[in-house]
Every structure is written in structure tokens, then in C-alpha cells.
């Protein structure tokens, strides 16, 4: 694997003030009380240090000890004022902005997500970095804003010391810059703990869907009935022996230097000093007993300052390369074009010509050279067996992806040159791997919060999938909660129930193209012909696209198109297609078991 170059100075410079603009976009405020505070409290610590020098050389001249304790209170007061201030505002107004600003970021992280296109979860190498860019971006936002504030205070403290060392004795500030040598140690300690961090994102995230997997109940039936546990609990080994082994890479390193760095800092910045100071101050009597003191402290707050100075800008590149994963994530534009300017969806015919199409990373076509037409009201059926294309056919029609080549019209208008919005809603869509959420039963139905209004449109298409019953007499009927992982009064369901609901949904929609991709395969075969003749008598005057792999219902479409392989092999009525004596006959008659119930009811 191609290891990830380090961001260079510009670019570090680059990245963390696209991070700064999008932290003052959604809380500029933040950012002003960060710096006004760390401002003052540079200022105070310096002003403390000033009188620690004055009270002390005073006394050691036998002055006023008045004048020490009216400069003591003046400074009492100012630092009082200060922290009982600050501690107020950290506990009010601070997470206020903080959370304004993690709500923002994570609002407007969710809301580019979702206009991803589907293509970006195929691509291994993108999902990774979108992966570490929605982990990332709240805690790197916060740390580099944290960064800036201690640079900022830092850049005032080292002044206003380094200006009172050089006063007091100028050897002083040399010594307090020696440590600054040193401080390149931390170069390779943040290299080490970026490559560590990135080395175990895919080992957090695989240890997660672990867990996942033995304490989330849908997992539960297969984990006690079936010997699964075992390989999962390999899994779990194999990924803690990676952990340690990453460990064993960079815990050895990251230690090592950390303790070099931290004896170095100690020997510069405290025992030199301290050891030089008592000499001018015992034995050449060159500095007062307060200067000797200060300048001990002041030359641990100019040390301190370069070293956090240093430290932080270290930050800033590490925190550069995650920003590299985030700003693609934000800054990425869609490859399938939205046209909002552009023309409306007509409701007319859908036609399908000469359509390629192949997953990325993939050498094979998925879809190969279909072309039929889908005229308006007409009730089509998709059929074929597994994996011959049905289901990415249907992806393209709402347009989730584009055709590696080919065209697609609805109403003689290619779908690429029409609104993308107005393109998927003319579908109602019921997807083969449709989702329910741990919402009402309600919003599970119209996806958004339902008004009064919507009541009895409700009760009906629960009534036209014979699931009305089900919530009728619970307490809170239609906004029954349809899951317990947040309302220990919500109702469990079974698979065909959820089903239901999911198709309940197309007839709330005024779309007037529905598509069913096999949501029924929790359905009996006599449920599942009665579901789609009621489904067909409903939206008698809308056009409907159903996949299925029982060929009895596919007997109620008007027009069968038999798929394999990505090819389009047959296409007619049931009648014709049997009398044509091909593979959808052949599948027919394999399964023709099933269909003895749709006899018998003739």
C-alpha cells in the first residue's frame, strides 16, 4: 500500500484555515471567546510574575509593605475577577458554542452524505475516507481551534517573558531558547502517532461491527442457533493480535521519544537556570532574590511557550492530513448532475436504449446493451433469476447511477438532461433492501412527520396492505412506535409485517411510476399474487415495474422482460413467452408447483 505523503508547509497552512472558516461558519463566536480569554489569562500570568518580582526585591530592600499589599490586593481582585468570570462563561455560554458548532458540522457532514453518489460506497478507497473524515471532523475542528488559541496565547506570553528575562539578565533568554533544539524531537513523535491512528481506523471500525454483531437482536437468533460465534470470535482475536502488533510497531518508538524530549526540556529549561540563576543571586550577588525567583519562572513560561508553540504547529500538520480526507469528503461534487434549472419529468413512457453498466472496480458488465420501452399505465414485470441485473436495472432508472453508455428517456426527454430531484420523484420506489426506522409507524410510512391531514391516508394504505389491524388497537395506533431500541412501548414486528408497511408507502405517493423490487420475498406465494393483484387494481391508471422470482405474479403484468446475465433474453406477455418455449417458459414450469393455489381460484 502507497504510504500518504506529509502535507507540506502551505498546505498545512491551507487545510487547517479551511477548517477555521467552516468552525466560523457555524460558530464565530467560538472563536472570539477562545481568543479574548486566552488574551487576558496570558496577560494576568505575566502581571502575576511582575509582582511576585516586585514584592519580593521590595522586601528584600526593606520598602513599604504597604505598597506590597495594595499591589497584591489590585492584583488579587483583577485575577479573581477573571476566573470567577471565566468560570462562569465555561459553564454557560462555552458549551453553548461548542455544541452550536458540532451540531453544524455534523448536520452539514450528514446532509453531503446523503448527496454522495451511490457510486462513492462501491469505492473501497473512498469509503475509508469518508469513514475518517465523519469520525474526524468534529474533533479535529476542535483541536485546531485549540491549537490557534494556545498559539495565540503562547505568541503573547513568549513576548511579554522573553521582554522581562532580557531586562533582568539577556543570558537568561538564551537559555530559555535552547530548548527550542530540542523540541524538533516532536516531529517524529506525531509522525509516529498519526501513522499508529491511521493503522488502527480499520481495525476500530471491524471491532465495532463486532460487537455490533452479539449485542443488536437481529444478529441474535443466528448467533445462539448457529456455530457463527466461532469464526467471529477468530475474527475478534485476529483483530486484537493486529491491534497489539501496531502497538508493538509504534508504542516502543512513541515512548522513547517522548522520554528523550522530556529529559532534554527538564535539563535546558529547569536545572541550567536554576543552577546559573543561584549563582548571580548567592554568589555574585547580581540579582535580587525576587529577580532570582522570576526569572526562574519566566524562563519556564518562555520555554513552555516555544515548546507549545512548536508542539501545536506539529498539530496543525497532523491534524492537516486528516483535514486532507475531510475537505474531499466536503468538498466533493456529485458525478450524477442535479439539473435543478433544468426541465421537469412529464409523466409518459419510459424507454431504455443500448444501456451499459459496470460497478467501479469492476471489469464486467452488469448491464449489457437493453433497450425496451415501458409505455405509460402499462404494468410491466422484471423477472430472471439471481444476479441477472434486475435490481442495478432499477438503479439506473431512478438514476442512482448513470449507464456506462446508452440512453434512458422518460417522455423522449433524456433522464441526464432533466431535475434529478424531479426524476425520483416521479418513482415510488420500494427498494429489495428497503429500511424501516426506529421511528412511528407514521413517519415509517411518509418518511417525513406526518400533519392531521395525513391521518386517514394513512389508516387507508395500511388498510390496502392488510396491516392496519396490527396497530389498530394499540394505545398510540398509527404513532406506535414500530421498533423498543428507543420506546420500550414500540411493538416488534415480524419481516413480513415490516414488508407491508415498506409497500404501504406507494400508496401515500402521488408518483406516477411505481417500482416494486422484490419486496415481497417474505410473503408466502398466495400472499404474495394477492399483495401485487391489489396492488395493480389500486394503481390502475399508473404505470407499474415489479420484480419478482415467482412467475405467478408475474402472470398479472401486461408485459414480461425476462433477464439474465445483464442481458434481456425475452419480452411479451405470459402467453407468449410460454408459446415462445424459452427460458421463462422453462423457469415457469420448474416452478409451476408454486402456482397450484392461482389454478384452483380460476
Not at 552 to 570: N, P, Q, T, Y
Request: aromatic fraction near 14%; glycine fraction near 4%.
Amino acid at each position: 500500500m502507497k504510504k500518504k505523503q506529509r502535507p507540506s508547509f502551505f498546505q498545512t497552512i491551507n487545510n487547517n484555515i479551511f477548517l477555521l472558516k467552516i468552525i466560523f461558519q457555524f460558530s464565530p463566536w467560538l472563536i472570539v471567546y477562545k481568543i479574548i480569554f486566552s488574551t487576558l489569562e496570558s496577560f494576568i500570568n505575566i502581571a502575576s510574575l511582575l509582582y511576585l518580582r516586585y514584592a519580593i526585591n521590595l522586601a528584600q530592600n526593606i520598602g513599604s509593605y504597604t505598597n506590597i499589599l495594595m499591589v497584591l490586593l489590585i492584583v488579587a481582585v483583577i485575577v479573581i475577577v477573571f476566573q470567577v468570570t471565566k468560570s462562569i462563561l465555561n459553564a454557560t455560554i462555552l458549551p453553548r458554542l461548542e455544541y452550536s458548532l458540532k451540531c453544524g458540522m455534523k448536520w452539514s457532514t450528514l446532509e453531503k452524505a446523503g448527496n454522495f453518489d451511490l457510486s462513492c460506497y462501491d469505492d473501497t478507497a473512498f469509503y475509508k475516507k469518508y469513514t475518517v473524515a465523519f469520525v474526524e471532523i468534529v474533533d479535529r475542528a476542535i483541536s485546531i481551534l485549540n491549537s490557534t488559541e494556545k498559539i495565540i496565547s503562547s505568541l503573547i506570553a513568549f513576548f511579554a517573558a522573553g521582554v522581562l528575562s532580557y531586562l533582568i539578565n539577556p543570558i537568561f533568554f538564551i537559555f530559555a531558547l535552547l530548548p527550542f533544539a530540542v523540541s524538533i524531537i516532536r516531529k517524529p513523535i506525531n509522525k509516529n502517532n498519526f501513522e499508529y491512528k491511521k493503522s488502527i481506523t480499520e481495525l476500530n471500525r471491524k471491532k465495532a461491527y463486532i460487537q455490533k454483531v452479539f449485542y443488536q437482536k437481529k444478529y441474535a437468533n443466528e448467533i445462539r442457533m448457529t456455530n457463527i460465534s466461532n469464526p467471529i470470535f477468530d475474527e475478534f482475536k485476529k483483530n486484537s493480535k493486529e491491534f497489539e502488533m501496531a502497538h508493538k510497531k509504534y508504542g516502543f518508538k512513541l515512548a522513547f521519544l517522548s522520554v528523550l524530549e522530556s529529559f532534554f526540556n527538564r535539563l535546558f529549561s529547569q536545572y541550567i537556570v536554576l543552577f546559573y540563576a543561584a549563582w548571580q543571586t548567592l554568589v555574585t550577588g547580581n540579582m535580587g532574590y525576587g529577580d532570582c525567583l522570576v526569572i526562574v519562572s519566566v524562563v519556564e513560561v518562555i520555554y513552555e511557550s516555544i515548546n507549545r508553540i512548536v508542539s501545536e504547529i506539529m498539530n496543525f500538520q497532523n491534524n492537516s492530513q486528516y483535514v486532507d480526507d475531510i475537505k474531499f469528503m466536503w468538498d466533493y461534487k456529485p458525478q450524477i448532475s442535479i439539473n435543478e434549472k433544468s426541465k421537469k419529468v412529464s409523466n409518459g413512457d419510459v424507454c431504455l436504449k443500448n444501456v451499459f453498466f459496470k460497478y467501479t472496480g469492476l471489469n464486467d458488465y452488469t448491464i449489457k446493451g437493453i433497450s425496451f420501452t415501458i409505455h405509460k399505465g402499462e404494468k410491466v414485470a422484471l423477472v430472471g433469476p439471481n444476479g441477472a441485473g434486475k435490481t442495478s436495472l432499477i438503479k439506473l432508472l431512478l438514476r442512482l447511477y448513470d449507464p456506462s453508455s446508452g440512453d434512458i428517456f422518460i417522455c423522449d426527454e433524456n433522464i441526464k438532461h432533466l431535475q434529478l430531484s424531479s426524476v425520483r420523484k416521479f418513482f415510488s420506489v420500494v427498494l429489495q433492501d428497503y429500511k424501516d426506522f426506529a421511528f412511528t409507524l407514521s413517519e415509517n410510512i411518509l418518511l417525513r412527520k406526518p400533519s392531521l391531514e395525513d391521518e386517514e391516508k394513512i389508516r387507508d394504505a395500511l388498510k390496502k396492505t392488510d396491516i392496519y389491524n396490527v396497530f389498530e388497537k394499540e394505545p398510540n395506533e398509527i404513532n406506535t412506535n414500530i421498533s423498543k431500541e428507543f420506546d420500550e412501548n414500540g411493538v416488534e414486528l415480524s419481516s413480513g409485517q415490516h414488508q407491508k408497511i415498506a409497500i404501504s408507502r406507494i400508496y401515500l405517493n402521488d408518483a406516477p411510476f411505481i417500482i416494486l423490487d422484490e419486496p415481497s420475498s417474505a410473503l408466502d406465494p398466495k400472499a404474495e399474487y394477492a399483495l401485487y393483484q391489489n396492488i395493480i387494481k389500486c394503481c390502475n391508471e399508473k404505470t407499474v415495474l415489479f420484480i419478482s422470482h415467482r412467475m405467478s405474479s408475474a402472470r398479472l403484468a401486461d408485459k414480461i422482460v425476462f433477464m439474465d446475465e445483464g442481458e434481456l433474453l425475452e419480452i411479451g406477455s405470459h402467453n407468449e413467452l410460454m408459446k415462445k418455449n424459452g427460458k421463462y417458459a422453462q423457469l415457469y414450469k420448474k416452478q409451476a408447483s408454486n402456482y397450484l393455489f392461482e389454478e384452483s381460484d380460476k
